[in-house]
Nanobody, 124 residues
């Protein structure tokens, strides 16, 4: 069974940092683009960041540019999201996902495999 497992969420004060990790199991995703999405209560799931399978191309939603950094280590089959200067509006459940090569990586429909999510809460 293929799974994506996120970790690293938690409670942090505004201005603080968290590092999320995603570790697939059941198969390797070293040739798949990977993405991070988030969903706040009462809102739709939104794109946050994505990285190409090689790791040389990254995408970010405007609201996190300059604060979040997505990276991957294909040798370890892991993907990370470093989140700095966190704001209360970043509060959400964050999901890791494995995408289809060639698809529009900002679109939720480009992703076939999803993790269960990890809660990030940023207090004022």
């Amino acid at each position: 069974q293929v799974q994506l497992v996120e970790s690293g969420g938690g409670l942090v004060q505004a201005g603080g940092s968290l590092r999320l990790s995603c570790a697939p199991s059941g198969r390797t995703f070293s040739t798949s683009p990977m993405g991070w999405f988030r969903q706040a209560p009462g809102k739709e799931r939104e794109f946050v960041a994505a990285i190409s399978w090689v790791g040389t191309i990254t995408y970010y939603v405007d609201s996190v540019k300059g604060r979040f950094t997505v990276s991957r280590d294909n040798a370890k089959n892991t993907v990370s999201l470093q989140m700095n200067s966190l704001k209360p509006e970043d509060t959400a459940v964050y999901y890791c996902a494995a995408g289809n090569p060639g698809a529009s990586l900002t679109n939720v429909r480009a992703y076939d495999y999803w993790g269960q999510g990890t809660q990030v809460t940023v207090s004022p």
